[in-house]
């Protein structure tokens, strides 16, 4: 393939992510002119905005996990099992799951450490590797995961001490957070300028302004929504496709969107399949037991490895 013809393929790829961007944009800004102006509103539209965003692209940019890893060991000069990435995958899974069992608010914390440095990672792509780097990737995400929990604070309160089993020390850390919010971002915004500014001034970095637009176009519309789409707007509008380009990237350039897209698809479907499974068997058995707590708790399991996988993409 020529060189201009690479060019025009890769310039197609951005332009359907752009394309994207906007119809996420698009969305999220008829959902919030629903809240708005609509009244009370029916929590079904919620959590169908949310599942869309989340099936649609949230699980998917996961979902191709196997081809990064794969692409990284190439690099490595070593060779790629299927087999062996499952097996490592799922058994870190049972391990991070097992923590849960014994330590829920220990694994709690972890999460929100984890997804914060993942949520940084990707969104500022791509950072020179410098440790001060890294320290304003982890500021930033640690501001987005706020600013998205303090979207319904009481209701994190809840899903907290629904998922930590009571913990009394979770519970009280976040009402300290939540009732001193301007504390805290006071002090995640302070400190995320300065460790940016001398990042800077250690090793410059261009970036496009398009893209910081965008991502606070996100954020703005997210200020006006609930937990629950709000979050599904940064993740899926926002984190998944700029996660999704930089795979691209990563792994040449050599497919569209949509050709990438497909590629997830086995993964997308099988997890889509087993969270209905898990919900079909929770209704006709277990409608007692309190199903957020599990869901959530399923969530975080495979947010880890899907972290380090990434972790070694964004590092090469």
């Known amino acids: 393939m020529s060189l201009k013809a690479c060019k025009m393929f890769s310039l197609d790829f951005h332009t359907q992510i752009h394309r994207l961007r906007l119809l996420a944009l698009a969305t ?14 029916n929590p079904v539209i919620d959590y169908v905005f949310f599942g869309l965003f989340i099936i649609l692209a949230g699980i998917p940019h996961g979902a191709l996990d196997h081809l990064v890893e794969e692409k990284s060991l190439a690099g490595e000069r070593k060779s790629f099992s299927m087999v062996r990435f499952l097996v490592k995958y799922i058994a870190i899974i049972l391990a991070y799951a097992a923590l849960w069992f014994i330590t829920p608010a220990l694994s709690l914390l972890v999460f929100l450490l984890i997804s ?14 410098h440790g001060l780097w890294k320290v304003t990737q982890m500021l ?72 910081w637009v965008y991502f606070s176009l996100v954020l703005a519309l997210a200020y006006f929504l609930p937990l629950l789409p709000a979050f599904a707007l940064y993740f899926g509008g926002w984190h998944a496709l700029n996660t999704f380009g930089h795979i691209a990237g990563f792994l040449g350039h050599e497919k569209s969107f949509w050709s990438l897209w497909r590629s997830s698809m086995p993964f997308t479907l099988l997890s889509v399949v087993f969270l209905g499974a898990i919900a079909l068997i929770w209704s006709g058995r277990f409608s007692h037991i309190d199903p957020l707590p599990i869901l959530f708790i399923f969530i975080a399991v495979i947010t880890l490895p899907h972290l380090l ?6 590092s090469r």
């Open 140 to 211: 930033l995400g640690s501001l987005v995961l706020f600013f998205i929990l303090m979207r319904e604070p009481a209701y994190t309160g809840d899903l907290i001490a629904r998922i930590t089993r009571g913990s009394a020390l979770a519970t009280s850390a976040w009402q300290w957070a939540a009732s001193h919010a301007a504390i805290v971002y006071g002090a995640l915004a302070v400190a995320l300028f300065l460790a940016g500014f001398s990042a800077q001034r250690v090793q410059p970095r261009r970036w496009r302004l398009s893209k």
């Open 116 to 129: 914060a440095w993942h949520f940084g990672e990707s969104d500022m792509q791509p950072a020179p590797l």
């Open 28 to 41: 999220g800004l008829v959902l919030v002119l629903l809240h708005q102006l609509g009244g009370t509103l």
């Open 309 to 314: 996988v990434m972790q070694k993409m964004f």
